[in-house]
């Protein structure tokens, strides 16, 4: 494992993942044959908007590891672990805010609109630690000294300030401890929400990993199809279907058939929706599997967590020697 190059990258545990996560994970556990790669739940982070409400925590980032286990990440190809299990992050933290200008932090993207999006919900996030969130992050990308991070786009501005506070402390402590990470993105095509908008928690949009086979049902039948379209012999318009777009990933055999019968008012979207949902229920039938054995064997999972934790601590023991040597601590 030493050989092959590292990444990492972590997912705030905010609660259960959606179908549109499965292909993000699955994109980790391919990634995870080629790296050495470590996962992990980014708790502290979680916190930075969530302060208010921290007796889930525990709960969401157990959960949100078999969810990740269900879906196809495989144990013995990663190392998964918990942030605020590795206090070392906190160490790196605090030194690297010694050498943060205020004005950095303040001009990324991120921080003001977060601030708005949530100030529109009655919420203040104005806080220190909100404010640190890129901080926080490049002390936990740089503890591992990877050379990449699989990150969703907009993730972008984060990597950028991770990269120029690389540049800051190899010039102030004359020193090159740490790669430049480069931002991975995926090819994943986005799955678009069951409303056919951008699939996000705040819409209510998503099928949860875990959802049952009734709930799959009773999301697939609320899903937004050609509101023209009253008959079952009105021809219809998939393009602007969420159902037909959902076929293309779950049922792309028969997503072309699909699509000329719906033209041709040749079946209803009652029948459409119906082949979705097993589809999708199919597809999710070995994920609650899963989902189900880890729940039935919490030693199981403990152990992962544990070996996760020991070898992410012993990465990071490594690096803030390192970090300490440079800067003459
Ligand atoms: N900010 C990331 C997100 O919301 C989560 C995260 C925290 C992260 N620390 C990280 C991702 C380090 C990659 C590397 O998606
Ligand atoms: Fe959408 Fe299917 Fe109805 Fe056509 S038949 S509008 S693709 S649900």
């Known amino acids: 494992m030493s050989e092959k190059q590292r990444l990492l990258s972590g997912m705030r545990p905010t ?4 179908l549109g996560h499965q292909r993000v994970i699955e994109y980790w556990a391919q990634l995870s044959e080629k790296y050495e790669a470590y996962w992990f739940t980014a708790d502290w982070h979680a916190i930075t908007t969530q ?8 709960d969401n980032r157990r959960e949100i590891v078999i969810d990740w286990l269900s879906a196809g990440l495989d144990a013995d190809k990663c190392h998964i672990f918990h942030q605020s299990e590795i206090k070392e992050h906190a160490e790196l933290h605090l030194l690297f805010s010694m050498i943060t200008p205020l004005s950095w932090l303040e001009r990324v993207p991120t921080y003001k609109g977060q601030v708005a999006a949530f100030a529109e919900q009655g919420k203040d996030i104005t806080t220190y630690g909100f404010l640190g969130y890129p901080l926080l992050m490049a002390a936990d990308i740089l503890m591992y000294r990877p050379v990449g991070v699989p990150v969703a786009t907009d993730q972008m501005p984060h990597i950028e300030f991770c990269r120029e506070l690389v540049r800051r402390f190899h010039h102030l402590y004359d020193t090159r401890i740490f790669p430049e990470p480069a931002p991975i993105f995926s090819k994943i095509e986005i799955l678009p929400g069951t409303d056919n908008r951008k699939m996000s928690k705040s819409y209510d949009n998503f099928i949860s990993l875990s959802a049952t086979a009734e709930e799959v049902k009773s999301k697939v039948w609320s899903m937004v199809t050609d509101a023209e379209r009253i008959r079952k012999t009105d021809p219809g318009h998939p393009d602007i279907c969420a159902v037909y777009a959902y076929h293309g990933f779950y049922n792309k055999d028969e997503q072309p058939e699909l699509c000329a019968a719906c033209k041709a008012g040749a079946i209803g979207c009652g029948e459409c929706k119906k082949k979705l949902t097993e589809r999708i229920n199919a597809f999710l039938e070995p ?6 054995y880890y729940e039935q064997h919490p030693a199981v999972l403990d152990e992962i967590i544990a070996d996760g934790n020991d070898a992410a601590r ?16």
Request: charged share 40%.
């Open 287 to 292: 994920v609650r599997d899963k989902r189900a």
């Open 51 to 58: 302060f208010d409400n921290t007796e889930q925590l525990r």
């Open 314 to 329: 012993s990465e990071a023991q490594k690096t803030m020697a390192m970090v300490r040597e440079a800067m003459r601590l």
């Open 15 to 18: 609660g259960r993942l959606h």
